[in-house]
């Protein structure tokens, strides 16, 4: 039983020591149009712009920020 559960052991601890990045061969992949976080830059770029002028913000969502919103 517990030569067992070192061998399970030493096969999770080996496990881990695999090399999880992306090699240069698959960057093509994710260059991809398909594969980008906004399908369409121009409607997310829309939304940004109509999203900030509703909040009256500056700087990005993840920025707090304020004021009256006048220009």
Do not use: T
Request: with cysteine; aromatic share 8%.
């Amino acid at each position: 039983m517990k030569k067992l559960v070192f061998i399970l052991l030493a096969g999770l601890s080996l496990s881990a020591c695999s090399n999880m990045g992306v090699e240069p061969w698959e960057r093509q992949n994710l260059a991809k149009p398909e594969m980008a976080l906004d399908s369409s830059p121009l409607r997310s770029s829309l939304d940004d712009h109509i999203y900030f002028s509703k909040e009256a913000s500056s700087g990005g969502r993840s920025f707090g920020g304020g004021g009256c919103g006048c220009n």
